[in-house]
């Protein structure tokens, strides 16, 4: 991969709006990279597939599991993980990504899945679902508040809501450096947000630091799973000495190593009856 420089470089927005067109871009463009680098959002993945499998045995037996939507399937590595441990009667994949639907044909062949792209926050799925997923997209939502209440609306009641997001203390080191992030939300947010149509039936929290040799490798891995932000900006090459030099001053490990810490948060809600 070529040195990252000019506008394809770290880009971040201070808590603003996400700019969709931006992101759905270079999230297309890292289609390809996307599995092999996106090693946390793997690991929050498989955490949350577990998590499921333990809180609602009774969904894994066979014909237990009604209609699941997926919120942001991205390459399916969750979906394929969900589908292992459950046997769901219909599974809507929905991504913003139109062209990720190439890399989904393996669920797709049996006719039970089907992919349904467009901007969950304001497209309007035509089912009912028993749960609905999403794994490492909602900190990319405009309005969270108001998309788990559309979630509880869509839902069926006693249905599930299972995610995993990221925290406040994710990218903490380039927020640290730039002064620029997403928005982000502590559990507690979340809970606050959930509590009026769900019942959490879990959440949980954690901290994954990965190690580079230099901040241009790390920059490198952002952009490889399309992490990399929502603002156009140019960066020159002085610019981006000065930036590898106060990661290496400030992020360093005796070793030598950059630091890059992620913050993944997991909850599973269950709709409340009304």
Known sequence: MPLITGKNCLNMQS???TDKDLMKGRFS???????DNAVVQRSAAIRLA??????L????????CGKVLEIGCGTGIFSRMLLSSFDPEEFILNDINEKYILSLEDLLVSGRAHFFPGDAESEEFPVHPDMI????????FHDLPAFFSKSSS???????????????????????????SLRYYSLKELEEMLEGNFEILFSDEYLQT??????????RHLKSTGVTGIRKEFWTRGRLSDFSRRYGEQ????????????????????????
């Not at 577990?50 to 809180?55: A, N």
């Not at 997923?133 to 990319?140: A, E, I």
Request: glycine share 10%; proline share 3%; aromatic share 8%.
């Open 15 to 17: 808590e603003g709006m």
């Open 29 to 35: 463009r890292a289609a390809g990279t996307y599995g």
């Open 50 to 55: 577990s998590c499921l499998s333990s809180l």
């Open 57 to 64: 045995p009774e969904m894994r037996r066979p014909g237990r």
């Open 133 to 140: 997923v999403s794994c490492s997209v909602f900190q990319w």
């Open 154 to 180: 869509l839902l069926r009641d006693g249905g599930i809501l299972a995610f995993s997001t990221f925290g406040k203390g994710n990218l903490s080191e380039l927020e640290a450096l730039e002064g620029r």
């Open 210 to 219: 990965l190690l580079f040799d230099d901040a241009v490798s790390v920059l």
């Open 251 to 274: 992020f360093s490990t005796e070793e030598g190593k950059l630091t890059l810490t992620y913050h993944p948060e997991i909850m599973v809600c269950r709709k409340r009856s009304h």
